[in-house]
């Protein structure tokens, strides 16, 4: 068995987005002792950001004809796809940065698509856990509804392209606790916390059981 994690954090020490991931990985190597975890962490090792150009551009020209930078790209892409589809099952952890998914993240998303293709759901049938953190609330009344534009696009390429058997874990207001101003959320969040940390477990555990 081998469990495929990622995260995409870029403050790993203080991670709420892997403290969730944790505790659904803790739940999986319970049930699954000595078995592979590989892991790929984008905040601490990012992905070259002109890999993707130089993998796709590699696709339009004879294969004589590459670049050694062309070849390495093609390679790593080649290598981020085969971990995806390896994983028999997979745990995301993903936070929203600027509204969006991080350039790290979306980077690994578009080489592993130049490394397996477009369309390839490479992780049908593979059930897995993604678990995304972000400071503000996104909820309808909010001032910001709708400004959540990365679990959207998470959702479209985990389940939809890969065709994973998704969970979705999402924490919102995790900067309530520390920013003036968001005084009055604190109790919501708190209460979001928890609720996401059972989620994690329960999460955890049906990975384990599919
Ligand atoms: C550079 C940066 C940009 C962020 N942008 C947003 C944002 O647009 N909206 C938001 O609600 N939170 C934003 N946050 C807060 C994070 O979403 C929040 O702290 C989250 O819990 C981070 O997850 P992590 O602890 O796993 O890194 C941002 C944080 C950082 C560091």
């Known amino acids: 068995m081998n469990l495929f994690r990622l995260d995409a954090s870029i403050l790993p020490g203080t991670s709420t987005s892997a403290e969730l991931a944790d505790i659904a990985e803790a739940e ?7 078995a592979t975890v590989t892991r790929r962490h984008l905040g601490t090792d990012a992905l070259p950001a002109d890999a993707w150009a130089l993998a796709t551009t590699a696709a339009f020209a004879p294969e004589a004809d590459h670049t ?18 390896n994983a028999d099952a997979a745990i995301l952890a993903v936070p929203l940065y600027n509204y969006g998914v991080s350039q790290h993240f979306k980077t690994w998303v578009d080489l592993v698509i130049a490394g397996a293709g477009p369309t390839t759901p490479l992780l049908k049938d593979t059930p897995t856990v993604l678990t995304t953190t972000l400071g503000g609330g996104y909820g309808p009344g909010a001032p910001r509804a ?13 389940a939809d392209i890969w065709e994973a058997e998704l969970t979705v874990i999402k924490r919102e207001l995790t900067l309530a606790a520390t920013t ?7 109790d919501l969040a708190k209460e979001q916390h928890d609720t996401a940390l059972t989620a994690a477990r329960e999460a955890g555990k049906t990975l384990t059981k599919r």
């Open 28 to 34: 999986w190597t319970a049930a699954n002792p000595g």
């Open 68 to 85: 050694p930078a062309q070849r390495e790209a093609l390679a790593l892409g080649a290598t981020l796809a085969e971990e995806v589809k």
């Open 146 to 158: 709708g400004w959540d534009h990365s679990t959207p696009y998470l959702e479209r390429v985990l």
């Open 180 to 186: 003036p101003g968001m005084e009055s959320l604190r």
